[in-house]
């Protein structure tokens, strides 16, 4: 089974912190994202990566970056945390290319999350 | 924005009744996809469906896909206090746009025993 692990479970940080958000699967997986998940407004998608070194903005990029140096690890970094990044952060991975049968290219496998608050 | 919409927002059954879901999405998809989340925790793949198929099963659960509406719905058949979760459709992109992905805000099913 795929195992999708991060870093805490729960985080606090003080306004103007830098925050780190590690993320690690351990299937092989050339994707790998992360979302943001808040009340009334679903998940977002913040930043996405379709292999090391390679990421691409999501839909909410803004105040953040990420860090794919190796294929197993997504890191998801806040430069100077804020109050209103203070929210639940869900990590994914997801098999790609022509090689795997269709239906498992698509499923995303998500981590446990890691619910940060910002003071 | 492509982002999918669960209707209703919030649902309250009691445990053997059967649960429905509905999705309804923007542009053209290459698959639909529906994820349970418990409480505070990450979300777990359910079923997926493809833009070219319009019912799918499994196990108590039952899918279908309506493309020139632009919507689908999970049935939950003989519902279990343990199906309490929020329930997410998610859609791609379409196309060669099939690398994000975008969800709803979640229909919240509550069972009661």
């Known amino acids: 089974d795929v195992k999708v692990t991060q870093s805490s479970r729960y985080l606090v940080k003080r306004t103007g912190e830098k925050v780190f958000l590690e993320c690690v699967q351990d299937?092989?997986?050339?994707?790998m994202f992360w979302y943001r998940q808040d009340p009334g407004l679903g998940l977002r998608l913040i930043y996405f990566?379709?292999?090391?070194?390679?990421?691409e903005k999501g839909d909410i990029p803004e105040g953040y970056s990420v860090s794919r140096e190796k294929k197993e690890r997504f890191s998801l970094i806040l430069e100077s945390a804020s109050t209103n990044q203070t929210s639940m952060y869900l990590c994914?991975?997801?098999?790609?290319?022509?090689?795997?049968?269709?239906?498992?290219?698509?499923?995303?496998?998500f981590g446990p999350g890691t619910r940060l608050t910002v003071l | 924005s492509q982002q999918g919409e669960e209707d209703p927002q919030a649902l309250s059954i009691q445990e053997g009744e059967n649960a429905t879901m509905n999705c309804s999405y923007k542009?053209?998809?290459?698959?639909l996809q529906w994820y349970r989340q418990n409480s505070g925790r990450g979300l777990v793949h359910l079923i997926l469906?493809?833009?070219?198929?319009r019912e799918k099963h499994s196990g108590r659960l039952r899918v279908t896909l309506d493309t020139s509406k632009k919507s689908s719905s999970l049935l939950i058949t003989a519902s279990r206090a343990a199906d309490t979760a929020s329930y997410f459709c998610?859609?791609?992109?379409?196309?060669?746009?099939?690398?994000?992905?975008?969800f709803g805000s979640g229909t919240k099913l509550n069972v009661k025993p």
């Open positions: 299937m092989d997986h050339e994707n």
């Open positions: 542009t053209s998809i290459n698959n």
């Open positions: 994914a991975s997801r098999q790609t290319g022509l090689a795997a049968p269709p239906r498992k290219t698509d499923t995303q496998y």
């Open positions: 469906i493809r833009s070219n198929e």
């Open positions: 998610a859609t791609d992109g379409g196309g060669l746009n099939f690398n994000k992905f975008y």
């Open positions: 990566s379709y292999d090391v070194k390679m990421k």
